[in-house]
């Protein structure tokens, strides 16, 4: 059964860091891995989606890797802003099953 | 597209009521997933469907639930009775297929039991 471990569990910095958030997952044999973001009150929404024969995929100033082998994926977030304030979690796919989610990182940006 | 809809937003009842939470998935997705999310136990899958059919119901709690696909545009799931345990966030997601496919949520249905 997959097992889905974030770390930090909640991460404070000044507008302005790069910052990195950890996935680990047990099941290595995954299809894919996406990282979401949930606003308070909100739904998640989709951010980045790594096909297992990515190592990395970008959008804007997000960034996320792929180590299949090792069970781990990193989101980088360069030049964070306040609007950045959310919980982010990430969801490995192995392919048979529906999406199994970390507890996420509840990331607070100060101005 | 409207994304995925869910209704109503909030629901306040009392123990022991009959609980109805609604979803409507984005048009042209064949799957469709029920997740619970609580601040103890993170986001947990409760049923998911397959072209209106379920295909795992293991994370429904009990018996008091129960979940529908009558057709492709539109699910529900129930809860009866209802009891305080049963408060939570639950969301609806869809995608284009189970595997492999990116999954898009809806904004949830926060429920309180008193």
């Known amino acids: 059964k997959q097992e889905v471990t974030q770390i930090p569990a909640a991460l404070s910095v000044p507008e302005g860091e790069n910052l990195v958030l950890n996935c680990s997952f047990t099941d290595s044999a995954i299809y894919n891995l996406q990282w979401f973001r949930q606003d308070p009150g909100k739904g998640l929404t989709s951010l980045l989606l790594?096909?297992?024969?990515?190592r990395e995929q970008t959008s804007g100033r997000l960034n996320a890797s792929l180590d299949k082998s090792s069970g781990r994926s990193t989101l980088y977030i360069a030049a964070s802003q306040p609007g950045d304030s959310a919980t982010y979690l990430c969801a490995p796919d192995s392919g048979n099953t529906p999406l199994v989610f970390g507890k996420g990182t509840r990331l607070s940006v100060i101005a | 597209d409207a994304g995925v809809i869910q209704s109503p937003r909030h629901e306040v009842t009392e123990m022991g009521q009959e609980v109805t939470l609604r979803c409507k998935p984005i048009?042209?997705?064949?799957?469709l997933f029920w997740y619970r999310q609580t601040m103890m136990r993170g986001l947990e899958l409760l049923i998911y469907?397959?072209?209106?059919?379920?295909?795992?119901d293991s994370g429904m709690p009990e018996d008091r639930f129960s979940a529908k696909m009558p057709n492709a545009s539109f699910s529900t799931l129930k809860i009866q009775p209802s009891e305080p345990r049963d408060s939570a966030v639950y969301f609806c997601?869809?995608?284009?297929?189970?595997?492999?496919?990116?999954?898009?949520f809806g904004e949830g249905s926060r429920l309180t039991v008193l």
């Open positions: 790594i096909q297992s024969s990515q």
């Open positions: 997601a869809s995608s284009f297929r189970s595997e492999a496919g990116e999954l898009f």
């Open positions: 469907f397959n072209n209106n059919v379920p295909i795992d």
């Open positions: 048009s042209g997705h064949n799957s």
